[in-house]
């Protein structure tokens, strides 16, 4: 990018220049703060390295003695992390596809036509936009029950995929709104239905904002916490990978090594993406928010 | 064939268009794809979003011992037996210091850092940013069980603070009662500052570097300029953005139940692990009795996405103003 060049090419020769007093101190301070934003990070690798006497013993020591690799292997197998992170992965890609073809849908009608119940619609968006999960939970379960989902994967994916979300719909009727209309114009003129139109020229040109909402989505549904737990509490086969966490704490409370490297299976997918896509990631929620 | 199209502008100049305001039965029979693409949405918003919504408020006024059996209508008894509750009460008021001291913390910490972040001057800006928002990304879960490790009474965080000299003997902060609230808060702000930082940077990026310059040409310091310039350009941000964490703030479950599971002693307890112990938890589940919570849980944070949006609108009169 022209703008990362760029302030680094002046902060070379503010280098050459000798910083000022002022200046020393704010990245003296900045990296003290950023020190205490990834030591945790640090902690938890070498911990997952070490037997588990030696996480507590050895003081603030991160290097191991030996790198004790048999903690994956352990937290893998035997506690059933490979079941959870299969889990997670099914729910995970499961929400992101109906929350992407779910919003697209909608937001392609809402950003571009007139229909009765529109307003209707948006009013309800905006009532239940910041209702807090603790609040629908016990109805929800219910639901799923009653539909005899609960303890199986389609009832997580629909627990957390199918309700709210309105953030990617109002994302995709933001963008929808601004593409031309000579755009279905045209392809009208070819012949081309409601259908052929939104799934052949409308949903690709939306590919920033599927990006966006994938993104958000996997985020969330990769690490949400209470409805997966309250949908696997009497069928540990379908644990995910957070909920699997705190049963290991429940089950086997010092096996400290196994939980470190248990934790760093679990975080793996998600920092590898962010590492991968790290300025979309912040794009996405930088956008989402000026929206 | 472009009747879909013209219908795109307002409504009366197509209706005018058409010579005639058209009936709604024809509209709907017209537009039935329309409903068709919005059908997934109405269809799953429906039943998992407002079904829970009103739902509740009737699970409210239920004796209700479990999923498998059918509940009992005794009225107003769960609100009463919530208002005369000492637990329910400790459970509100916890979730109420969370949220007044941790937002203004997140809040504040991430725009001093956003300033400091948006300076031509300082370097590494992409890297600290980066730095700064990974623990954004890691599960919530995951991150409260690691930190039960780096708080333990000989973990990481004990032993440094003995070792500077900070307090006098190893001390485990999520584990005592006088503190674990307050260990949940850190952890809370630690793993969600760098989202507030990203909204800051992107609030930022709206003042133009000319506003920069004409302050520094009128001599203005940093502090004046932040005082003066910055500041008062930055108030409906300030509202969006506390609003965003507020409600955050409400949705600490994941974090608080694996960190402190609510203790000890019910010291750290939220109203989420409240509604969660009481409809998940207890031996005899009180599904209408933790809904009843659940329900009043829910007029707090519209309470306070209420008085924010006002904030908003407040805040928005005032800049159109000057």
Not at chain 1, 175 to 198: Q, V
Not at chain 2, 98 to 114: I, K, M, Q, T
Not at chain 2, 118 to 128: A, L, W
Not at chain 2, 217 to 234: C, N
């Amino acid at each position: 990018m022209t703008a990362a060049t760029r302030t680094g090419v002046t902060w070379r020769a503010r280098l050459f220049r000798r910083p000022s007093p002022g200046q020393v101190v704010t990245v003296v301070l900045l990296l003290v703060l950023g020190g205490l934003w990834i030591y945790p990070f640090a902690w938890l690798v070498s911990a997952s390295l070490k037997s588990s006497p030696e996480i507590f013993g050895r003081g603030l020591d991160l290097l191991p003695e030996q790198p004790v690799w048999e903690n994956y292997a352990r937290a893998w197998t035997e506690v059933g992390f490979a079941t959870y992170f299969v889990n997670t992965l099914v729910i995970t890609v499961g929400t992101v596809l109906l929350v992407v073809v779910r919003s697209a849908l909608a937001g392609y009608v809402l950003g571009r036509y007139d229909f009765a119940g529109k307003k209707l619609l948006i009013g309800v968006f905006l009532v239940t936009f910041f209702l807090p999960e603790g609040y629908t939970i016990i109805p929800i379960t219910q639901l799923t029950d009653q539909l005899s989902l609960l303890n199986t994967h389609a009832g997580v994916i629909l627990g957390l995929g199918a309700g709210g979300q309105i953030a990617s719909t109002l994302l995709y009727a933001g963008y929808f709104r601004r593409l031309p209309k000579e755009l279905e114009e045209t392809a009208r003129l070819d012949g081309a239905g409601h259908f052929t139109i939104f799934f052949r020229v409308m949903l690709p040109l939306a590919w920033p904002i599927t990006a966006t909402v994938v993104i958000l989505t996997f985020l969330y549904a990769w690490n949400v916490y209470l409805l997966p737990l309250v949908f696997t509490l009497s069928e540990p086969g379908l644990r995910t990978l957070a909920v699997g966490m705190t049963v290991f704490v429940g089950e086997r409370g010092t096996d400290w090594s196994g939980m470190a490297a248990a934790a760093v299976i679990s975080l793996i997918p998600v920092i590898a993406v962010f590492v991968v896509l790290q300025r979309k990631f912040v794009d996405s929620i930088a956008g989402a928010v000026k929206q | 064939m472009t009747t879909t199209i013209r219908r795109r502008e307002r409504p009366s100049v197509a209706a005018s268009r058409d010579g005639g305001r058209r009936g709604l039965l024809s509209r709907l029979r017209q537009d039935w794809w329309i409903y068709l693409f919005l059908l997934p949405t109405v269809l799953g918003y429906g039943a998992y979003t407002v079904y829970p919504l009103l739902a509740s408020w009737w699970f409210a006024f239920l004796d209700w011992p479990g999923f498998a059996t059918a509940g009992t209508f005794v009225g107003v008894e769960n609100f009463e037996r919530l208002i005369g509750d000492d637990l329910f009460w400790n459970a509100f008021w916890n979730s109420i210091v969370f949220l007044v001291f941790a937002v203004p913390l997140r809040v504040g910490l991430a725009l001093v850092l956003a300033l400091v972040l948006n300076r031509k001057k300082t370097p590494f800006k992409g890297f600290f940013r980066t730095l700064f928002f990974l623990p954004v990304v890691t599960t919530g879960a995951i991150v409260g069980v690691v930190f039960t490790l780096l708080l333990d009474a000989s973990g990481p965080v004990s032993l440094a603070l003995v070792w500077s000299g900070l307090i006098d003997s190893p001390a485990n902060f999520a584990a005592n009662a006088g503190t674990s609230l307050y260990a949940g808060i850190a952890v809370w702000v630690w793993k969600w500052l760098g989202i507030t930082l990203i909204y800051w940077l992107a609030a930022l990026q709206t003042i133009p570097q000319v506003v920069h310059e004409a302050a520094m040409i009128d001599g203005a310091g940093a502090w004046a300029e932040f005082r003066h310039v910055t500041m008062p350009l930055l108030v409906p941000f300030l509202v969006i953005i506390t609003l965003i964490d507020t409600v955050a703030a409400f949705n600490v479950f994941d974090l608080m139940q694996t960190l402190t599971g609510g203790g000890p002693s019910f010291s750290s307890e939220v109203i989420e692990i409240f509604i969660f112990r009481t409809a998940f938890q207890a031996t005899v589940p009180q599904l209408g009795y933790a809904s009843a919570a659940a329900v009043l849980f829910g007029l707090l944070t519209m309470a306070f996405a209420i008085a924010q949006a006002l904030g908003m609108r407040w805040a928005r009169g005032r800049t159109g103003a000057a």
